[in-house]
């Protein structure tokens, strides 16, 4: 019996497996139980070593198992394990941190940041900083918020509300009134054309028009992913954001831009924006900022949104919103060692070189297995979409459970993959090398070859 098993059956006298609750965990498909990593690679219970191609759940980007992170830990826990940088008190690290986030930033005219403990706690810190914004500016009725379709921004009720997939939503309606979404510029599926200027066009239209028809008065913010991560990577033609940021700029509205996953580096640029040449009025920030070795958030703040509330500052004006673990002083100083690996070692550079050389070693695969329709990526964010017909481009059904065992196959075959729907996610650690890269393409290529068989 292997390991697993074991283990499993020895923490939990009366199930048959494991005592643990999540709807991705069943019974029926035990968890891999991860116990050792170091830098790109993850040890299972059972003694396998596996290149990590998924990065933790895209956040790992330095790398497991850092001497400096865990040295920037272990040196903060001796000085000070806890205290809270909200209601009139703050640590080095959170002021630290965040004096480093707006010089990193300084291009977006990033001046102030909020802490968080994770991704969909900074998304509805942004969420709630922007109707609070128009509050301040005299203009209570700006509250409904603009999404894409397929978008992805965490699990709170406001995330929930703007999130563009209904398969997250649907168990939990109803959500927060006035949001919509719009269709994503996503050129492999769309309704409009695979000419990305026109699909680009098209997608922006369809903005205009909700925004118009709305009235431009009740709108607060557009929340987007710069790359669509969860949603099957789903990369928007080049010239969607600056035009993105044209539109609403022409009625106000705010652009919140969620760099959950982008963020410091994954797409190949420090921030997912900036790829695109766009500056938001705010961004999301978790994952990578701590590369998971203490859960942290951050929303960060424009000059123009962080002005209003300066300019507003009264009993009315103060944000009534802060988390305990707000500036958790062990977070920031695990993000502060990660960011200066980040820019150390010039992650985004070699996110978008490592990222170039998977997709290129995919796409041979993409052209001859029979159920991959496509595989597109931006940086190290890259997916492979899995067909049930390559001429429709019909999305294979999850159901079926052969994307499922595709990457299960893949797993055996030595790297971590991601199954989502009908897409196999791939979000490596940003210090990988040609040889983890490899490893990544010839486990899928082995993995393809074993279903085709
Ligand atoms: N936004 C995006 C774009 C994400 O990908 C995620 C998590 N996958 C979240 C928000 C939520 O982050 P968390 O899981 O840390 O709450």
Redesign the pocket.
């Given at each position: 019996m292997p390991d697993r098993d074991n283990y499993l059956r020895a923490h939990n006298t009366r199930h048959q497996f494991h005592p643990m609750i999540h709807p991705m965990i069943s019974a029926d498909a035990p968890p891999q139980i991860i116990t050792g990593s170091e830098g790109c690679y993850v040890t299972d219970i059972d003694g396998n070593r596996l290149v990590d191609g998924l990065g933790g759940?895209?956040n790992v980007n330095v790398g497991h198992n850092r001497a400096e992170v865990k040295q920037a830990i272990v040196e903060q826990m001796d000085r000070i394990s806890y205290y809270s940088s909200f209601a009139g008190t703050a640590t080095p690290p959170s002021i630290e941190l965040s004096a480093k986030i707006c010089e990193m930033a300084a291009e977006e005219e990033i001046t102030k940041v909020m802490f968080s403990a994770?991704?969909?706690?900074?998304?509805e810190t942004a969420l709630k900083l922007a109707r609070q914004y128009w509050q301040l500016e005299g203009k209570p009725t700006r509250t409904k918020f603009l999404s894409l379709k397929q978008g992805?921004?965490?699990?709170h009720f406001g995330?929930l509300s703007v999130n563009g997939a209904p398969y997250y939503r649907n168990a939990y309606e109803p959500l927060l009134g006035g949001c919509f979404q719009v269709d994503s510029p996503w050129t492999y599926r769309n309704p409009y054309s695979e000419d990305p200027e026109e699909l680009a066009d098209a997608v922006i239209t369809q903005i205009d028009r909700l925004i118009q028809a709305q009235g431009p008065e009740t709108v607060a913010a557009f929340i987007a992913?710069p790359v669509q991560?969860?949603g099957g990577v789903i990369v928007p033609p080049e010239s969607f954001w600056p035009k993105l940021r044209e539109v609403l700029d022409r009625y106000e509205v705010l652009l919140i831009a969620?760099e959950?996953?982008t963020g410091f580096g994954r797409s190949g640029a420090l921030f997912g924006a900036r790829g695109w040449g766009v500056k938001p009025d705010m961004m999301?920030f978790?994952?990578g900022i701590s590369s998971g070795y203490v859960?942290l958030?951050a929303t960060a703040l424009n000059k123009r949104v962080a002005d209003a509330w300066y300019r507003g500052f009264s009993p009315e004006g103060i944000i009534m919103h802060g988390y305990t673990s707000t500036g958790h002083p062990v977070g920031c100083a695990a993000a502060l060692a990660c960011l200066d690996i980040v820019e150390r070692e010039d992650l985004p550079g070699n996110a978008a070189k490592m990222g170039k050389r998977l997709l290129d070693g995919l796409t041979p695969l993409a052209e001859s297995c029979s159920i991959i329709g496509e595989v597109r990526g931006k940086g190290l964010m890259v997916g492979l979409d899995f067909v049930s017909d390559k001429k429709s481009r019909t999305p294979m059904d999850p159901g079926k459970g052969i994307v499922e065992r595709i990457a299960s196959f893949a797993r055996e075959e030595g790297a971590i993959v991601r199954p989502a729907g009908s897409v196999i996610i791939l979000s490596p650690p940003l210090v990988i090398e040609e040889p983890e890269i490899d490893i990544i393409v010839e486990a899928l290529t082995r993995a393809c070859a074993r279903y085709d068989a």
């Amino acid at each position: 019996m292997p390991d697993r098993d074991n283990y499993l059956r020895a923490h939990n006298t009366r199930h048959q497996f494991h005592p643990m609750i999540h709807p991705m965990i069943s019974a029926d498909a035990p968890p891999q139980i991860i116990t050792g990593s170091e830098g790109c690679y993850v040890t299972d219970i059972d003694g396998n070593r596996l290149v990590d191609g998924l990065g933790g759940l895209w956040n790992v980007n330095v790398g497991h198992n850092r001497a400096e992170v865990k040295q920037a830990i272990v040196e903060q826990m001796d000085r000070i394990s806890y205290y809270s940088s909200f209601a009139g008190t703050a640590t080095p690290p959170s002021i630290e941190l965040s004096a480093k986030i707006c010089e990193m930033a300084a291009e977006e005219e990033i001046t102030k940041v909020m802490f968080s403990a994770n991704g969909s706690d900074a998304v509805e810190t942004a969420l709630k900083l922007a109707r609070q914004y128009w509050q301040l500016e005299g203009k209570p009725t700006r509250t409904k918020f603009l999404s894409l379709k397929q978008g992805y921004h965490g699990v709170h009720f406001g995330g929930l509300s703007v999130n563009g997939a209904p398969y997250y939503r649907n168990a939990y309606e109803p959500l927060l009134g006035g949001c919509f979404q719009v269709d994503s510029p996503w050129t492999y599926r769309n309704p409009y054309s695979e000419d990305p200027e026109e699909l680009a066009d098209a997608v922006i239209t369809q903005i205009d028009r909700l925004i118009q028809a709305q009235g431009p008065e009740t709108v607060a913010a557009f929340i987007a992913e710069p790359v669509q991560g969860a949603g099957g990577v789903i990369v928007p033609p080049e010239s969607f954001w600056p035009k993105l940021r044209e539109v609403l700029d022409r009625y106000e509205v705010l652009l919140i831009a969620d760099e959950v996953v982008t963020g410091f580096g994954r797409s190949g640029a420090l921030f997912g924006a900036r790829g695109w040449g766009v500056k938001p009025d705010m961004m999301c920030f978790a994952k990578g900022i701590s590369s998971g070795y203490v859960p942290l958030g951050a929303t960060a703040l424009n000059k123009r949104v962080a002005d209003a509330w300066y300019r507003g500052f009264s009993p009315e004006g103060i944000i009534m919103h802060g988390y305990t673990s707000t500036g958790h002083p062990v977070g920031c100083a695990a993000a502060l060692a990660c960011l200066d690996i980040v820019e150390r070692e010039d992650l985004p550079g070699n996110a978008a070189k490592m990222g170039k050389r998977l997709l290129d070693g995919l796409t041979p695969l993409a052209e001859s297995c029979s159920i991959i329709g496509e595989v597109r990526g931006k940086g190290l964010m890259v997916g492979l979409d899995f067909v049930s017909d390559k001429k429709s481009r019909t999305p294979m059904d999850p159901g079926k459970g052969i994307v499922e065992r595709i990457a299960s196959f893949a797993r055996e075959e030595g790297a971590i993959v991601r199954p989502a729907g009908s897409v196999i996610i791939l979000s490596p650690p940003l210090v990988i090398e040609e040889p983890e890269i490899d490893i990544i393409v010839e486990a899928l290529t082995r993995a393809c070859a074993r279903y085709d068989a």
